[in-house]
C-alpha cells in the first residue's frame, strides 16, 4: 500500500503521457487530456501545500514570540492581504487586487530584486573570475565583451562591436547551449525512465 | 489614491535596495511582504484558473464526476501534515511525478534532443562563406566562415567534454579543451548578458523612482 500503489500510479500516469505522443488515437488522447487534467487540478492543490505550510511554520514562530516573529507577522499579514481581497473580488485586470494591490506591491518588490542582483552577480564574479587560467580569461573577456556590446554606445567603441556580440551570442553561445541540452535532455529522459518504470524510487521517501 | 500607490510601489523599491547598504530591518520587511504577497497570489491564481475552471464548475454542473478522483488526490496532498497517515500523500504526488517524468521523456526527445541534433546536421564547411569573405574581408564576414564548423566540429567537441567513459588523454585532451573554451565562451556570454538584462531592470527601478514616483527628473 505504502510504496506499491505509488508506483503503480506512477507507471500509470507516465507511461500514458508517452503513449499519448506514439498512438495519436482519440481513445488514448481521451484517456491522456484527462490525467493530465487530474495532474494540473493535484499541482493546483500542492500550490495550496506550499502556502499552508509557509502559513503553518510562521504562525507557530508568531504563536510563540519566536526569532524575527514581527517579521513572520509581516508575512502572515502579507498572505492575507492577498489572499482575502483576491478570492472576493477576483485577480484579473480590472480588479483592486491586481491593479492596485498586485502592480503596486509584488511587481515593484519582484523587479527591485531581481535588479538588485546585478551588484551580487557583479561582485561574486569578481571574485570567482580570477584570470587563473587561459580558460577563466576566455569566460572573462567574452563576459566583457558581451556587456561592452550590450551598452548604447557600443558601435561608437567599434562599429561591427554589437555585431560582434550578435555572433557571438548567436554562434559559440548557442554551440555550448546545445551541448548542454543535448547532454541535460539524455539525462531528463534517462530519468524519467527510471521513475516510469520504478528503478528510481527517492521520491517516495524512506519508508 | 494613485500617488499613495505609488508611494507604496516607491517605498518597496527603496527598502529592497536598502539592502546594497546591509542587511537591515527595513530590507526584511520587504522581504517577508514579498514571500507573503506571492503566495497568496499563487493560492488566487490556483484557485481562478485551475480549482474553478477545471474541478469545480465542471463537478458542481454534474458534467464530469470523475474529477472526484483528483479531488480527493489533492486533499490528500495535506495527511502530509499528519505523522500517522502521511503516508498517503505519496499517491498524488505520484500522479506529479508521473505525468512530469512521462512528459519530460516526450518533451526533452522532440524538444531538445532531436531538434538541436537535428539543427546541427549542416555542412562542416560552407565555400560560399569563403568566396564572400574574399570579396569583402571583414570581420563580420570571417566569423561567418566559423559558424559551420563550431556548430558541428565544435558542438561534437562540447559533447565530448562530457563523454566520460575514455579519459582525456592525448590527442583526445585537445577535443575536450576545445569543448570546455566553447562551454566558457557560453557561460561568459550568458553571464554577460544576465548582468546587462539585471542592469536594466535596475535602471527601470531608478525611472521608476525620479520620475515617475519623485518626479524630480524627467524622461
Known amino acids: 500500500m505504502k510504496r506499491e500503489i505509488p508506483i503503480l500510479i506512477t507507471l500509470i500516469f507516465g507511461v500514458f503521457m508517452i503513449v499519448q505522443f506514439f498512438i495519436p488515437h482519440p481513445a488514448v488522447n481521451d484517456i491522456a487530456n484527462r490525467l493530465q487534467n487530474w495532474a494540473i487540478i493535484v499541482i493546483a492543490f500542492s500550490y495550496v501545500l506550499g502556502s499552508a505550510n509557509i502559513l503553518r511554520i510562521n504562525g507557530e514562530l508568531v504563536y510563540r514570540r519566536g526569532p524575527g516573529w514581527l517579521y513572520k507577522l509581516v508575512l502572515v499579514i502579507a498572505f492575507f492581504m492577498m489572499v482575502i481581497p483576491g478570492m472576493f473580488l477576483g485577480i484579473g485586470e480590472g480588479t483592486w487586487t491586481n491593479d492596485r494591490l498586485f502592480t503596486n506591491t509584488y511587481i515593484p518588490l519582484a523587479s527591485t530584486m531581481y535588479a538588485s542582483l546585478a551588484f551580487f552577480i557583479a561582485s561574486a564574479a569578481f571574485r570567482a573570475f580570477r584570470v587563473r587560467t587561459w580558460q577563466a580569461s576566455v569566460l572573462a573577456l567574452t563576459a566583457v565583451i558581451v556587456m561592452l556590446g550590450r551598452i548604447p554606445i557600443s558601435h561608437m567603441i567599434w562599429h561591427d562591436l554589437p555585431n560582434v556580440v550578435d555572433w557571438v551570442m548567436n554562434v559559440p553561445n548557442a554551440v555550448a547551449q546545445r551541448g548542454i541540452l543535448i547532454g541535460a535532455a539524455l539525462g531528463a529522459i534517462a530519468t524519467g525512465l527510471k521513475v516510469i518504470l520504478g528503478i528510481e524510487r527517492s521520491y517516495l521517501g524512506r519508508e | ?219
Not at chain 2, 477545471?54 to 464526476?65: A, E, I, K, Q, V
Not at chain 2, 561534437?156 to 590527442?171: C, D, M, P, Q
Request: proline fraction near 4%; charge should be negative; include cysteine.
Open chain 2, 1 to 219: 489614491m494613485d500617488f499613495f500607490w505609488l508611494s507604496v510601489a516607491g517605498l518597496a523599491t527603496i527598502a529592497v535596495l536598502s539592502f546594497l547598504y546591509n542587511d537591515n530591518p527595513l530590507y526584511k520587511v520587504a522581504e517577508h511582504f514579498f514571500v507573503g504577497i506571492a503566495a497568496g497570489y499563487v493560492v488566487c491564481a490556483e484557485f481562478y484558473n485551475v480549482f474553478l475552471p477545471n474541478l469545480w464548475n465542471p463537478l458542481t454542473s454534474g458534467t464530469d464526476y470523475w474529477l472526484v478522483i483528483p479531488l480527493l488526490l489533492g486533499l490528500a496532498l495535506f495527511t502530509r501534515f499528519s505523522n500517522n497517515i502521511g503516508w498517503i500523500s505519496r499517491w498524488p504526488m505520484s500522479v506529479i511525478i508521473g505525468t512530469y517524468a512521462g512528459l519530460a521523456v516526450i518533451g526533452f526527445a522532440s524538444g531538445d534532443m532531436v531538434l538541436q541534433v537535428q539543427a546541427s546536421l549542416i555542412p562542416v564547411f560552407e565555400p560560399a562563406t569563403v568566396s564572400k569573405f574574399s570579396g569583402d574581408p571583414s570581420v563580420m564576414n570571417f566569423l561567418d566562415i566559423l559558424k559551420n564548423p563550431l556548430f558541428t566540429l565544435g558542438l561534437i567537441a562540447v559533447l565530448f567534454y562530457f563523454f566520460f567513459s575514455v579519459e582525456h588523454k592525448g590527442g583526445l585532451k585537445h577535443i575536450a579543451v576545445v569543448g570546455t573554451t566553447l562551454l566558457m565562451i557560453g557561460f561568459g556570454a550568458g553571464y554577460g548578458y544576465t548582468v546587462m538584462t539585471r542592469i536594466a531592470l535596475l535602471f527601470d527601478r531608478f525611472y521608476f523612482l525620479f520620475v515617475e514616483w519623485l518626479q524630480v527628473a524627467s524622461a
